[in-house]
């Protein structure tokens, strides 16, 4: 009886251990599309826009469906600044899906890159769904060294959000799409139950060893800057 109790645990902790790798690789993944994203000035995100920034979102490959009319979706990771102006903290996984209209010849992997500009933004993504453009404004945002070249709507807009497809980094707005808070895959990640608040709001949850590759990337190419999180 021992013996099979011991297997058996054997077999969870493998099958945690999977789990955990797997979100760990998403991060992984993550953090390069924004070294490589940061790296390039002239095509990547305004430093100044993302030192602004409270919260960044960041889906590696998001899917996008075949010819005409298809379903697309991606899961991600957000990370917040702790305090909404402090160093950057642990991500909170999430899915984000909607519908894409038009013509699509044959399936795309895009990896999506999106900035959450004031704290009010950020608050909003804690939702259990919210859809993007009616609870949130979204944008497409501008891409170079500055902002000089935003537009009103970009600069009012609470995310600005991008897409990196075969090299090219520009502007994409997630009008319509839905977000998820990924309740799973953080307990996965994290190893047991964590409020996606906790995480990225209060700084009461650490960094996990899956997510130091996001967050460290992030602390270097802008380690201060936000806005402070109004207590609640």
Request: positive net charge.
């Amino acid at each position: 009886m021992r013996s099979l109790l011991a297997v058996f645990l054997v077999l969870c902790s493998g099958a945690l251990l999977a789990a955990q790798d797997k979100e760990a690789e998403r991060l992984q993944k993550a953090a390069r599309v924004v070294e490589e994203v940061m790296g390039t000035p002239e095509q990547g995100i305004p430093q100044e826009l993302l030192n602004k920034a409270v919260c960044v979102g960041v889906i590696p490959s998001y899917k996008k469906g075949a010819l005409g009319i298809g379903f697309s979706g991606g899961k991600g990771a957000l990370v917040c600044r702790r305090g909404g102006n402090g160093p950057w903290g642990g991500p909170s996984m999430f899915t984000l899906g909607g519908v894409s209209i038009g013509l699509q010849l044959g399936g795309q992997a895009t990896d999506i890159v999106f900035i959450v500009m004031n704290p009010k933004g950020a608050e909003k993504l804690l939702q259990s769904r919210s859809e993007l453009g009616a609870e949130a404004s979204v944008a497409g945002g501008p891409v170079g060294r500055t902002a000089q070249g935003a537009t009103d709507i970009q600069l009012h807009a609470e995310i600005l959000s991008y897409s990196r497809s075969r090299g090219l980094f520009a502007g994409l707005s997630l009008e319509g799409a839905v977000l998820k808070q990924s309740h799973g895959a953080n307990e996965k990640l994290y190893g047991r139950k964590v409020d996606p608040k906790d995480i990225l709001f209060t700084g009461s949850v650490g960094v996990p060893a899956g997510g130091r590759p996001l967050t460290g990337a992030l602390q270097k190419f802008s380690p201060r800057g936000g806005q402070p999180f109004k207590e609640k």
